[in-house]
């Protein structure tokens, strides 16, 4: 799961260290991530935030099989 997150999210380059927000970012994180991986399609996770982040129906397509 470490080697994903590094890899999808670049999550070793963040720089969120006050409180706890990094805490929380890495929550939010690793329920994308299992999001991400429910979607049955032939694309790689980092091809699928892209397609979330360029499509409102993909994204809400994601949500609705997680």
Do not use: C, P
Not at 28 to 53: C, F, H, P, T, Y
Request: proline share 0%.
């Amino acid at each position: 799961m470490h080697w994903q997150l590094d890899v999808s999210f670049q999550e070793d380059r963040q720089r969120v260290r006050e409180g706890n927000a990094a805490d929380n970012f890495a929550t939010i994180r690793k329920l994308s991530l299992q999001a991400l991986n429910q979607v049955q399609d032939k694309e790689s996770i980092k091809n699928r935030r892209k397609m979330a982040g360029w499509s409102d129906q993909y994204l809400a397509n994601i949500f609705a099989q997680f």
